[in-house]
């Protein structure tokens, strides 16, 4: 994407996400819907296929143009992000990475309108952190599989039309290497999603568990055509992920320090607006800093994945300390507004519940310490 037209959709995306979507937080909060015609703007605005290649019907944006962008949507309560993360995200990308010209044809263009939500299913009841424990079982017959097992937390799975698929294909290979990737018809014969997770926070983003009973599916469908390949996909589809994740906390930072920074300049103690007292400069000077070294970071992360350096190490760390800015920022921000803060009439206290998830799900803040630290004593056993 050329310059002039990525700043043109930024400035789009601006207006659009103050005029159309922040008024609209409460009532999907509330809901726990979003409206259809939401659903169908940012469909037409392509906002479904960002990251899909231009041929196969998506914008073809990269990881920095992306970031930018989503940085922009999450201005908005981050479940907006939500109706079109997955699909832009870990629901598409093994397709996009890892899939052959007649998948990526396939299913891609249906990802990238918005006409399929793309689901990615990868943790268990036992497995979650341990992801190469999973137990879900594809058994070859032929020319198909055959999935039996149960995915936990799914993102999106009630609207899912398809699912990136992680399941064992060698039962006799218990780890990483006996799991493969599958493309999976939502509408399959055996398919029945459980009802949507009551969460702390994010309303209106749904996931629900996912049960595969004898669902039959083409081996036409196995992602890249080769077993045993599945946990690298998934691993290569999450590095990216946790820049786009990275962009997330960052974008809904920018909004909460807003939130912070006004109601600091407008309420009055003392005969004073507060964000006049140097302890509340201190809190909103730290969330400032935090959110420019997060965002930096981030930058630099994704020009380094364009330019086709192997990232996962940044990528974690970029997860990581985002995750746990936008944390810090998000209580700071609730501390500045005092009791207010803590009452559902201020927007500040559907952020703090918000945010909780992001140091979670797409991988803990520990799983991303782990990945860190293994690479750096992978690094220094190269260095020799
Ligand atoms: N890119 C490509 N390949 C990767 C990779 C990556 N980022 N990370 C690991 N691999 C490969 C390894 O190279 C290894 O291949 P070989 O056996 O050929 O050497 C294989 O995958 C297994 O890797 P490893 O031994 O590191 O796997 P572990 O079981 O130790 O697990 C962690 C690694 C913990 C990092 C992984 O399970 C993980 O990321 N867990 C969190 C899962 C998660 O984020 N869940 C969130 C829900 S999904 S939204």
């Known amino acids: ?18 005029e159309r979507l922040v008024p609209l937080e409460e009532e999907v909060a509330a809901t726990d819907r979003i409206p259809d015609p939401v659903r169908r703007e940012m469909a037409e605005m392509g906002l ?10 998506g914008l073809g944006v990269n990881v ?60 268990e009841p036992s497995a979650g952190s341990d992801a190469a424990s999973l137990k879900t079982r594809a058994a070859r017959h032929g020319d198909r599989f055959v999935v039996n097992g149960t995915k936990r937390f799914i993102t999106n799975a009630p609207q899912a039309g398809v699912f990136t698929l992680m399941a064992r294909t060698d039962p006799g290979n218990p ?32 996931t629900a568990d996912v049960i595969f009973e004898d669902v039959e599916v ?21 590095d990216r992920g946790r820049l786009h ?10 909004r909460i320090m807003d939130m912070a920074l006004r109601y600091a300049a407008e309420r009055q103690q003392f005969g004073q607006p507060i964000a006049e007292f140097q302890l ?41 300390y985002a995750s746990e800015m936008v944390g810090r920022l998000a209580d700071r921000a609730v501390q500045i507004h005092g009791g207010a803060g803590y009452m559902a009439e201020y927007p500040v206290e559907r952020f703090y519940r918000d945010v909780r998830l992001f140091r979670i799900y797409e991988g803990t803040s520990q799983i991303q310490q782990l990945v860190i630290a293994r690479a750096m004593l992978k690094e220094l056993k190269a260095k020799g």
Request: proline content about 3%.
């Open 175 to 206: 780890g990483a290497g006996g799991i493969s990737a599958f493309i999976v018809d939502a509408g399959s014969k055996g398919i029945s999603i459980g009802k949507p997770d009551r969460k702390m926070g994010q309303r209106g983003a749904h």
């Open 48 to 57: 479904f296929g960002m990251t899909v290649p231009e041929e196969f019907g």
């Open 64 to 123: 920095s143009e992306e970031a930018e962008l989503v940085m922009e949507l999450c201005w908005a309560s981050p479940v907006f992000r939500s109706v079109v993360g997955t699909n832009n995200g870990i629901g598409s990308q093994g397709i996009v990475m890892d899939g052959t010209e007649e998948q990526k044809r396939r299913w891609l263009p249906r990802i990238a309108s918005g006409e399929l939500i793309a689901s990615f299913a990868l943790t």
């Open 280 to 320: 509340v400069q201190a809190m909103l000077a730290d969330c400032q800093t935090e959110a420019y070294a997060a965002q930096s970071m981030l930058r630099d992360a994704a020009r380094r994945f364009d330019e086709g350096e192997n990232i996962s190490k940044e990528a974690a760390c970029c997860k990581y």
């Open 218 to 238: 083409p081996a036409a469908n196995l992602i890249g055509g080769k077993e045993g390949q599945g946990f690298k996909t998934a691993m290569k589809v999450l």
């Open 245 to 254: 994740l990275a962009a997330v906390c960052c974008g809904t930072a920018e």
């Open 1 to 18: 994407m050329d310059r002039e037209t990525l700043q043109q959709f930024k400035d789009t995306l601006h207006r659009y996400v103050r």
